[in-house]
């Protein structure tokens, strides 16, 4: 992605038919058809994060591994979780770092439970010594076709610790390491606004999110950091195989008629954690494909 390049969004990306697919919770982006975008050939860097330090959760795929990919071509060294089965894709989002001249470091880590967060902290803060951006990405969602009925208290429980509770204890257990000017971005959802029946637990905690990110604001603003969040539509990541039913009509409902692919929620996150952004705290990006939203 360059600044000179004006297309239409509609034919920015081609609308593939995605082929009815059917993956193992986490997914994995080699198994998937079409292969997602992530900005391995466009995306281009132009030093607005040069010298940052930043984490993100859930950066070895998806949104994630395309932030990952954006920051490190902007001049930020790059920190990010995945799970143990996400081990291969997180290899390739260390190799798109390096390749763009800068640090990656990957970290096994379930966000769900407190120590590991505070051991994740303390790696990157040991590694990198600050840390300047915190990506709040990390997410689970199982879509429910029978409704409230067919959510167990399990998977509730598992939707709203990875959801909130990790959340919660990075940016609790990362603000004494994050310096004036360093910034917070967490990863809503169309759905806080707009819910899927069948993705009830996982709509409520990204409606969460969205207060959880206006309130921080106003808590951290005197104190030089700024909370953002970013509300994507459909993007085309490993979670939609992994966790929905149905695939072939996936993005279609969205006024640009198509699917997100990961590269296109990049720039959103780049413009937040930069300097260009200085006055904007407590603001939700909504980027949806033309869902309006509050």
């Given at each position: 992605?360059t600044g000179?390049?004006?297309?239409?969004?509609v034919?920015e990306?081609?609308k593939p038919?995605?082929?009815?697919?059917d993956q193992?919770?986490p997914g994995?982006?080699?198994?998937?058809?079409?292969?997602p975008d992530?900005?391995?050939?466009?995306?281009?860097?132009?030093?607005?994060l040069?010298?940052?330090?930043?984490?993100i959760?859930?950066?070895?795929?998806?949104?994630?591994?395309a932030?990952?990919?954006a920051?490190?071509?902007?001049?930020?060294?790059?920190?990010?979780?995945?799970?143990?089965e996400?081990?291969?894709?997180?290899?390739?989002t260390?190799?798109l770092?390096e390749e763009a001249?800068?640090?990656?470091?990957?970290?096994s880590?379930?966000?769900?439970?407190?120590?590991?967060?505070?051991?994740?902290?303390?790696?990157v803060?040991r590694?990198?010594?600050r840390?300047d951006v915190?990506?709040?990405?990390?997410?689970?969602?199982?879509a429910?076709?029978d409704?409230?009925?067919?959510?167990s208290?399990?998977?509730f429980?598992?939707?709203?610790?990875?959801?909130?509770y990790?959340?919660?204890w990075?940016?609790?257990?990362?603000?004494?390491?994050?310096?004036?000017g360093?910034?917070?971005?967490?990863?809503?959802?169309?759905?806080?606004y707009?819910?899927?029946?069948q993705l009830?637990?996982?709509?409520?905690?990204k409606?969460?999110?969205?207060?959880f990110t206006?309130a921080?604001a106003?808590?951290?603003a005197?104190?030089?950091?700024?909370v953002?969040?970013?509300?994507?539509g459909p993007?085309w990541t490993p979670?939609i195989?992994?966790?929905?039913?149905d695939?072939?009509g996936?993005g279609k409902q969205?006024?640009?008629q198509?699917?997100a692919?990961?590269?296109?929620?990049?720039?959103?996150?780049?413009f937040?954690a930069?300097q260009q952004a200085?006055y904007i705290t407590?603001e939700?990006v909504n980027a949806t494909?033309?869902?309006?939203?509050p």
């Amino acid at each position: 992605m360059t600044g000179n390049d004006q297309r239409n969004p509609v034919d920015e990306h081609p609308k593939p038919e995605f082929p009815q697919q059917d993956q193992p919770h986490p997914g994995a982006t080699d198994a998937m058809t079409p292969r997602p975008d992530h900005g391995e050939t466009s995306y281009e860097g132009t030093g607005r994060l040069r010298d940052r330090r930043t984490l993100i959760t859930g950066g070895d795929s998806g949104i994630g591994r395309a932030v990952a990919l954006a920051f490190a071509r902007e001049g930020a060294d790059v920190a990010f979780t995945y799970l143990e089965e996400e081990a291969e894709d997180a290899k390739e989002t260390v190799r798109l770092v390096e390749e763009a001249g800068q640090r990656a470091l990957a970290v096994s880590c379930d966000i769900r439970e407190e120590e590991q967060c505070r051991a994740l902290v303390d790696r990157v803060v040991r590694e990198f010594g600050r840390i300047d951006v915190l990506v709040n990405n990390a997410a689970y969602q199982m879509a429910q076709p029978d409704g409230i009925e067919g959510i167990s208290t399990e998977q509730f429980d598992r939707v709203l610790r990875t959801n909130l509770y990790g959340m919660f204890w990075l940016c609790k257990m990362s603000l004494p390491h994050i310096p004036e000017g360093g910034s917070i971005i967490n990863t809503t959802s169309v759905q806080a606004y707009q819910p899927s029946p069948q993705l009830l637990d996982y709509a409520t905690t990204k409606g969460a999110i969205v207060t959880f990110t206006h309130a921080l604001a106003g808590q951290l603003a005197e104190r030089g950091i700024r909370v953002n969040g970013v509300a994507p539509g459909p993007v085309w990541t490993p979670l939609i195989p992994s966790t929905l039913p149905d695939t072939t009509g996936f993005g279609k409902q969205s006024p640009l008629q198509r699917a997100a692919q990961p590269v296109e929620m990049a720039p959103a996150y780049v413009f937040l954690a930069s300097q260009q952004a200085s006055y904007i705290t407590a603001e939700i990006v909504n980027a949806t494909g033309g869902t309006p939203l509050p």
